[in-house]
């Protein structure tokens, strides 16, 4: 998302890119829809034209705009991989454990991995260069607020969109199986980010 004061949001799938879209409408450098942050509801945009709204690399993403800040959120991995299942596939028959293990094994290959439009690559596949702010899912509200100081713009709280009351601790829909698939697809991503399962 490319912003008036010359920043660029990089918006990572699951990682509470929608809500943080959606808060930074006023301060679009383009029509975005208030209410959700999604691009579909403008008529205008073109995908081709402007391809900060889209979930790509951030090497892409800032590829003219060196001089720009740039800052993305991420989120624990096993955490987001549950997030996006339920995405996919909960809203046409809720958890389905063969859907997981079959979306992880699928995700085994990057080519499949990084194919539009599942956006399932890893986070380093998004942030496959540096980016000058990362926000932590878990630690967002203080996160954002350090944000907003550093793009000199009002704090204002996160609008929260799509947050699902219905679905269990992510950790809840974990057996030993599952984990050790995830530990072996997302490898980097937890070394990197130091995530862990119960953290």
Known sequence: MLLKNNAVFIH???CAGTSITATLAPYAAYEIHKDDGSN???????PEQDITLLHDKASVILADKED???????????????????WKHGRVGGWNRKHFMKNLELARNPEIRHHPPWNWGTTLYYLDRPVDFIMRYENIDDDWEEVCGLMRIKHVPLKKKFVSKKYRDYRQYYDNEMRALADEVFAEDIKHFG???NG
């Open 195 to 197: 995530w862990e399962f």
């Open 12 to 14: 990572i799938p699951k």
């Open 40 to 46: 579909k509801a403008n008529p205008s945009w073109n």
């Open 68 to 86: 720009h800040f740039s800052f993305t959120c991420v989120r624990n991995i096993y955490e987001r991989w549950i997030s996006w299942t339920m």
